[in-house]
């Protein structure tokens, strides 16, 4: 075999992150809250930085619109309406110490970076059960890894604490459950796999039959199912009620309606004049350098905010330009729109959207609503018309809350109703959905 050295030139190309473009990724999927900490944290490490001091406030002002009206939100002088859509709750924001527990215990381990970005989305989008119910190939497509990735960091997060978090659906959930107590009982494994609504159904003897095993066995293995937590995240709820200060305000003007970002309680940065006179000075080059790497960081710091907050306020404009019907008529007006809608709209990429509608609130005539809520997938109608499945939902919850509570509606029989209101859909959609909003099925809703 005949060897030779050479020198060769190949052309590619390849994507490199820079320390600023990292930085502004990371600040642009931030929520409201870790920004704050961000600055707190920088200016504290930063000496050229600093937290640009607000007017005094105008007490005399202040006390006055107080006065004026107990049902404003002074800092924003935004009236909340009362109309139907307008429920109390929708002011109020879900304890998130659930998202801090976990992304701390992640911290702590020794991942490979795409693992730990992974992770973390998976941390960031868990419903408030503490499950995870997105698409795995959009998901993907979203964090920009690959599925083995995401399918590693997927079981990371489930090794978490607590158990049975981020599982994808109730029998996932319950089996990490067991996994996580060393339990390895195949007969159990099975039963909550395949057969778990059959025990909602009570069909004890058909189980019996189906494996063989007497009732006094299944007995216990059902006493011991139900001290499984189907809500691991459960722990984490709070009666107290959690204010959150929105991202952006949309108020409704004689022209339409207006989207502005809510900046009252965000600090204002700025450089030091100190050390900006610093460097004009003669000072020794070891301390200018030192001065001249953290103004550089300040700058950089300082103009990733204000692309997030410029980023921010344009995908807040595309989705009230989306669904104007909603902000007009209330919630069944709410349009199917999905995260490519937006970036069409707005010229970002969807994983820009993506970070951007993460953790961000808006304040509306409507009531505070996360970005996300106004993201969903629809079906057609009978006029061939694409109706949101949020709008879906709440007609599925609507029939359970007026049905008949001694004869239940089973899954089919709500599937029927909604086709004859011209929404056509399956059983199984209607069992997903029906799960999603976290309603038991027919026979444990029927009251004896």
Same mark, same amino acid.
Request: aromatic share 8%; hydrophobic share 35%; charged share 35%.
């Given at each position: 075999?005949?060897?030779?050295?050479?020198?060769?030139?190949?052309?590619?190309?390849?994507?490199?992150?820079?320390?600023?473009?990292?930085? =502004?990724?990371?600040?642009?999927?931030? $929520?409201?809250?870790?920004?704050?900490?961000?600055?707190?944290?920088?200016?504290?490490?930063?000496?050229?930085?600093?937290?640009?001091?607000?007017?005094?406030?105008?007490?005399?002002?202040?006390?006055?619109?107080? @006065?004026?009206?107990?049902?404003?939100?002074?800092?924003?002088?935004?009236?909340?309406?009362?109309?139907?859509? =307008?429920?109390?709750?929708?002011?109020?924001?879900?304890?998130?110490?659930? !998202?801090?527990?976990? =992304?701390?215990?992640?911290?702590?381990?020794?991942?490979?970076?795409?693992?730990?970005? +992974?992770?973390?989305?998976?941390? @960031?989008?868990?419903?408030?059960?503490?499950?995870?119910?997105?698409?795995?190939?959009?998901?993907?497509?979203?964090? /920009?890894?690959?599925?083995?990735?995401?399918?590693?960091?997927?079981?990371?997060?489930q090794?978490?604490?607590?158990? /049975?978090?981020?599982?994808?659906?109730?029998?996932?959930?319950?089996?990490?459950?067991?996994?996580?107590?060393?339990?390895?009982?195949?007969?159990?494994?099975?039963?909550?796999?395949?057969d778990?609504?059959m025990?909602? +159904? &009570?069909?004890?003897?058909?189980?019996?039959?189906?494996?063989?095993?007497?009732?006094?066995?299944?007995? +216990? !293995?059902?006493?011991?199912?139900?001290?499984?937590?189907?809500?691991?995240?459960?722990?984490?709820?709070?009666?107290? $009620?959690?204010?959150?200060?929105?991202?952006?305000?949309?108020?409704?003007?004689? &022209?339409g309606?207006?989207?502005?970002?809510?900046?009252?309680?965000?600090?204002?940065?700025?450089?030091?004049?100190?050390?900006?006179?610093?460097?004009?000075?003669?000072?020794?080059?070891?301390?200018?350098?030192?001065?001249?790497?953290?103004?550089?960081?300040?700058?950089?710091?300082?103009? $990733?905010?204000?692309?997030?907050?410029?980023?921010?306020?344009?995908?807040?404009? /595309?989705?009230?330009?989306?669904?104007?019907?909603?902000?007009?008529?209330?919630?069944? &007006?709410?349009k199917?729109?999905?995260?490519?809608?937006?970036?069409?709209?707005?010229?970002? &990429?969807?994983?820009?959207?993506?970070?951007?509608? $993460?953790?961000?609130?808006?304040?509306?005539?409507?009531?505070?609503?996360?970005?996300?809520?106004?993201?969903?997938s629809g079906?057609?109608?009978?006029?061939?018309?694409?109706?949101?499945?949020?709008?879906?939902?709440?007609?599925?919850?609507?029939i359970?809350?007026?049905?008949?509570?001694?004869?239940?509606?089973?899954?089919?029989?709500?599937?029927?109703?909604?086709?004859?209101?011209?929404?056509?859909?399956? @059983? @199984?959609?209607v069992?997903? !959905?029906?799960?999603?909003?976290?309603?038991?099925? =027919?026979?444990?809703?029927?009251?004896?």
């Amino acid at each position: 075999m005949k060897m030779s050295f050479g020198l060769e030139i190949n052309q590619s190309q390849k994507m490199i992150l820079t320390k600023e473009l990292k930085q =502004s990724l990371e600040i642009l999927q931030m $929520n409201r809250f870790e920004i704050e900490e961000l600055i707190v944290r920088e200016t504290n490490e930063n000496p050229t930085l600093e937290v640009e001091k607000k007017d005094e406030i105008d007490w005399e002002k202040y006390l006055k619109n107080l @006065r004026d009206s107990s049902y404003k939100v002074y800092s924003n002088f935004f009236e909340i309406p009362d109309d139907e859509d =307008s429920n109390a709750e929708n002011y109020l924001k879900d304890n998130v110490n659930m !998202y801090d527990y976990l =992304s701390q215990q992640l911290r702590l381990m020794s991942l490979d970076s795409k693992v730990f970005a +992974a992770g973390c989305y998976i941390i @960031r989008t868990l419903n408030k059960d503490g499950y995870f119910k997105e698409d795995i190939r959009n998901a993907c497509r979203n964090v /920009g890894v690959a599925e083995e990735v995401f399918a590693e960091a997927l079981e990371v997060v489930q090794s978490l604490e607590p158990s /049975g978090i981020a599982a994808r659906n109730i029998s996932e959930c319950l089996l990490l459950q067991i996994k996580d107590k060393g339990i390895s009982d195949k007969v159990l494994e099975n039963i909550i796999m395949e057969d778990i609504e059959m025990i909602g +159904a &009570h069909k004890y003897k058909e189980l019996c039959k189906k494996y063989s095993i007497p009732s006094e066995r299944l007995k +216990a !293995y059902i006493d011991y199912i139900k001290t499984l937590d189907p809500r691991p995240a459960r722990q984490f709820a709070s009666d107290e $009620n959690q204010y959150v200060l929105p991202d952006v305000v949309v108020e409704r003007k004689s &022209h339409g309606f207006e989207v502005r970002l809510n900046n009252d309680s965000l600090p204002s940065l700025k450089i030091s004049s100190f050390y900006e006179k610093m460097l004009k000075d003669s000072i020794e080059k070891e301390t200018k350098d030192y001065i001249k790497e953290k103004l550089q960081s300040s700058l950089m710091l300082i103009k $990733n905010i204000e692309q997030r907050k410029n980023t921010v306020l344009k995908v807040a404009k /595309g989705i009230v330009e989306e669904q104007e019907e909603f902000f007009l008529y209330g919630k069944n &007006h709410i349009k199917p729109m999905i995260l490519r809608d937006i970036a069409e709209k707005t010229g970002f &990429h969807e994983s820009t959207i993506s970070r951007t509608v $993460n953790g961000k609130y808006m304040l509306t005539p409507k009531g505070l609503f996360e970005f996300k809520y106004f993201f969903s997938s629809g079906v057609k109608d009978c006029d061939g018309d694409m109706v949101s499945n949020i709008n879906i939902k709440n007609e599925l919850k609507d029939i359970i809350d007026k049905e008949n509570k001694k004869k239940p509606l089973s899954d089919q029989k709500i599937c029927d109703i909604l086709n004859l209101k011209g929404i056509n859909i399956s @059983r @199984r959609t209607v069992a997903k !959905y029906r799960e999603e909003l976290n309603i038991p099925g =027919s026979s444990i809703r029927k009251e004896i």
